[in-house]
């Protein structure tokens, strides 16, 4: 029985990608196709897409939906808006204004370009005080 949601074959394919190995190379060194590495790749991809994307359900399963960052603001404006919208709901933000900024960052990287968001980003909050983006 395996565990977790990646075969021992996809964690070894993903390790060596890792190294910035080449499918071909990776291919040679397991004894298998360069086709065959591809699928194993993009399967274990998706594994790993399907599980942040449940995650993301679990956290915000009981956050409130705070806010949106539209497409085109700055990193350096999204601070101070989230501030005053969980203020509204009477939640204090656990973040400083550079960790909100790092973690945004770190969990939309293809969204964020130089300091401006390319894409909308709904933001959640626990009352806890904690965020999670979508």
Same mark, same amino acid.
């Given at each position: 029985?395996?565990?977790?949601?990646?075969?021992?074959?996809?964690?070894?394919?993903?390790?060596?990608?890792?190294?910035?190995? %080449?499918?071909?190379? *990776? $291919?040679?060194?397991?004894?298998?196709?360069?086709?065959?590495?591809? +699928? =194993?790749?993009? @399967?274990?991809?998706?594994?790993?897409?399907?599980?942040?994307?449940?995650?993301?359900?679990?956290? %915000?399963?009981?956050? *409130? $939906?705070?806010?949106?960052?539209?497409?085109?603001?700055?990193?350096? +404006? =999204?601070?101070? @808006?989230?501030?005053?919208?969980?203020?509204?709901?009477?939640?204090?933000?656990?973040?400083?204004?550079?960790?909100?900024?790092?973690?945004?960052?770190?969990?939309?990287?293809?969204?964020?370009?130089?300091?401006?968001?390319?894409?909308?980003?709904?933001?959640?909050?626990?009352?806890?005080?904690?965020?999670?983006?979508?």
């Amino acid at each position: 029985m395996k565990e977790g949601l990646l075969t021992e074959r996809q964690k070894e394919v993903l390790r060596y990608r890792k190294q910035g190995m %080449t499918q071909q190379q *990776i $291919a040679d060194i397991i004894g298998t196709s360069k086709a065959n590495v591809c +699928t =194993v790749e993009k @399967s274990a991809m998706e594994n790993i897409r399907r599980a942040k994307e449940t995650l993301r359900f679990l956290y %915000t399963l009981d956050a *409130i $939906a705070l806010c949106t960052i539209p497409a085109g603001t700055d990193l350096l +404006t =999204v601070g101070p @808006s989230i501030y005053k919208e969980a203020e509204k709901h009477g939640i204090k933000v656990k973040y400083d204004t550079l960790s909100l900024i790092n973690r945004l960052r770190d969990s939309h990287p293809d969204q964020v370009r130089g300091r401006y968001i390319r894409e909308e980003i709904g933001v959640y909050i626990t009352q806890d005080g904690d965020l999670y983006f979508e």
